[in-house]
């Protein structure tokens, strides 16, 4: 098992829709990340959390500590939005990923 | 642009070969990690340096080595190169040790062994 699972998979959705990628963890972490992969490999990092929420354009990212859970929301997705997402636990000296969604969104 | 740079972008070895892979990051970014990446796998942590230190580990054999510069740039070596080890290689530099700091990544560069 590893450190951090994320869920769906991969995920399809029509433009306009609301989508939610969820990221659960078992370890300690001192923050979660949430990284967005386009095709080719380049990696930006989208949110760094805490704590509650951080809301960025169309992104909204919340994290439950207590349940070592995290959301990535985007709303009103758009074909540009199509990408692998990737949630990452911080501790001091290392991250944890999870293996990533891919998210395709149809016009 | 997160203002970190990875050569070379692709590169093909044989088994057995050696390799070195070049990052260079943000000025003042101190803390520079390397991770591999398999095709439809999340990335590995390989390992951290701090002020050109080896400071953190992941489950990767000796092989695998690094060093990072004053510069801040840095190097990944992989020796005695095997099939598995082709991947994206992906280094990203933040300042400090804390995770709480955003990481910034490079392109990667993407290795074939064959």
């Known amino acids: 098992k590893n450190e951090v699972e994320q869920s769906p998979q991969n995920l399809t959705a029509q433009e306009g829709e609301f989508i939610t990628i969820n990221c659960s963890y078992s370890?300690?972490?001192?923050?979660l990340h949430w990284l967005q992969q386009h095709p080719g490999g380049g990696i930006v990092s989208l949110f760094m959390?805490?704590?509650g929420k951080k809301k960025h354009g169309r992104l909204i990212a919340t994290i439950n500590i207590q349940e070592k859970h995290s959301s990535l929301h985007i709303t009103a997705s758009h074909p540009r939005d199509s990408a692998v997402y990737i949630c990452a636990g911080a501790t001091g000296n290392q991250f944890y990923f999870g293996t990533g969604t891919s998210l395709t969104v149809i016009p | 642009e997160t203002g970190v740079t990875q050569s070379p972008t692709h590169l093909i070895k044989t088994r057995g070969q050696q390799v070195t892979l070049r990052c260079s990051s943000q000025?003042?970014?101190?803390?520079v990690s390397w991770y591999q990446q398999a095709l439809g796998q999340g990335p590995q942590f390989i390992f951290q340096?701090?002020?050109?230190?080896?400071?953190g580990r992941g489950n990767f054999p000796p092989r695998f080595s690094g060093l990072q510069f004053p510069n801040y740039s840095s190097e990944l070596n992989v020796n005695a190169l095997e099939l598995d080890d082709s991947a994206l290689y992906l280094c990203a530099s933040r300042i400090g040790l804390a995770g709480q700091e955003t990481q910034y990544f490079g392109p990667g560069t993407r290795l074939l062994v064959l």
């Open positions: 000025s003042g970014h101190n803390t």
């Open positions: 340096y701090y002020r050109e230190e080896e400071n």
């Open positions: 959390l805490s704590s």
């Open positions: 370890v300690g972490i001192s923050a």
